[in-house]
T-cell receptor, first 110, second 114 residues
Framework: QKEVEQDPGPLSVPEGAIVSLNCTYS??????FMWYRQYSRKGPELLMY????GNKEDGRFTAQVDKSSKYISLFIRDSQPSDSATYLC??????????FGTGTSLTVIP | EAGVAQSPRYKIIEKRQSVAFWCNPI?????LYWYQQILGQGPKLLIQ????????DSQLPKDRFSAERLKGVDSTLKIQPAKLEDSAVYLC????????????FGPGTRLTVT
């Protein structure tokens, strides 16, 4: 079983839609949960991270962590064509070694 | 603030040849990471440095891969000899020593082994 599971998509939505991206994990030691955005032929860009359970909001982005279900989500409100990218979840315990998901490819259609 | 710099951006070599990648982290970042990202997969950590010391190299194929970080700043990753399965993007990232969750990535070096 992989440490982190992420549906690769692809996911295609119309502009203005609410997007939901999800990851599941198996290691209960994970405490930090990150979301990265990766444009084609670029390095991953840190969007936001949360510690332990709960929600965190940053502009149009909201991250949720449910440790009891080992399930994390990223919601994008009012999606824009510029949000078209691959979204990677990553997790770590105290050691700072990141375990990445495979990424979900998102296309927002104007 | 300048980001993480990497060079070259692209490299094509034949199998059994050697190759080296260079990384310059964000100024002041003590921790430096090298990741391998195979097409369609998430990045996988190869090696982590804290200043010029190795913190974690458990997933580095040490028979062919080596890395160093002289003077705790720039770093080089070398592959010798290369195999076909080494074709991937090699990403360098850095973070402040006390905020390891805030990893900032460079643009990567895309390696093709033929």
């Amino acid at each position: 079983q992989k440490e982190v599971e992420q549906d690769p998509g692809p996911l295609s939505v119309p502009e203005g839609a609410i997007v939901s991206l999800n990851c599941t994990y198996s290691n209960s030691a994970f405490q930090y949960f990150m979301w990265y955005r990766q444009y084609s032929r670029k390095g991953p860009e840190l969007l936001m991270y949360t510690y332990s359970s709960g929600n965190k909001e940053d502009g149009r982005f909201t991250a949720q962590v449910d440790k009891s279900s080992k399930y994390i989500s990223l919601f994008i409100r009012d999606s824009q064509p510029s949000d078209s990218a691959t979204y990677l979840c990553a997790m770590s315990a105290i050691s700072n070694q990141f375990y990445f998901g495979t990424g979900t490819s998102l296309t927002v259609i104007p | 603030e300048a980001g993480v710099a990497q060079s070259p951006r692209y490299k094509i070599i034949e199998k059994r040849q050697s190759v080296a990648f260079w990384c310059n982290p964000i100024s002041g970042h003590a921790t430096l990471y090298w990741y391998q990202q195979i097409l369609g997969q998430g990045p996988k950590l190869l090696i982590q440095f804290q200043n010029n010391g190795v913190v974690d190299d458990s997933q580095l194929p040490k028979d062919r891969f080596s890395a160093e970080r002289l003077k705790g700043v720039d770093s080089t990753l070398k592959i010798q000899p290369a195999k076909l399965e080494d074709s991937a993007v090699y990403l360098c990232a850095s973070s402040p020593w006390d905020r390891g969750v805030e990893q900032y990535f460079g643009p990567g070096t895309r390696l093709t082994v033929t």
